[in-house]
């Protein structure tokens, strides 16, 4: 159930639904609200918290973080695949297909 919540969390944010600065209900209620236990509520708001995606200002609450942390590494990374791949001489379409392989 963490990983469930979590991952709908994470959906939230990404397609708007929770848009940056969004509060988010406390441990509590969130846990009363979706059946589950404090702790598996509280685990997700850490990780996610970790992670970037969340964060905490103390007695005010858990809200949405401003900037999404997927987004510079995405871009990172695929600056680093692009050079790499240009500099083995392999053109775009090649390397979508690597990629549409990877993800499979």
Request: charged content about 25%.
């Amino acid at each position: 159930m963490f990983d469930q919540l979590r991952t709908q969390i994470i959906a939230g944010v990404r397609d708007g639904e929770l848009a940056p600065g969004t509060r988010l209900p406390t441990v509590r209620e969130l846990a009363g609200q979706i059946n589950l236990a404090v702790n598996t509520v509280a685990r997700a708001y850490r990780e996610l918290e970790a992670a970037g995606i969340l964060e905490t200002r103390g007695r005010f609450g858990t809200f949405v973080a401003r900037a999404d942390p997927a987004d510079a590494a995405m871009a990172t990374a695929a600056h680093t695949y692009v050079s790499t791949a240009r500099a083995l001489g392999v053109g775009k379409d090649e390397a979508l297909r690597y990629i549409e392989t990877a993800f499979g």
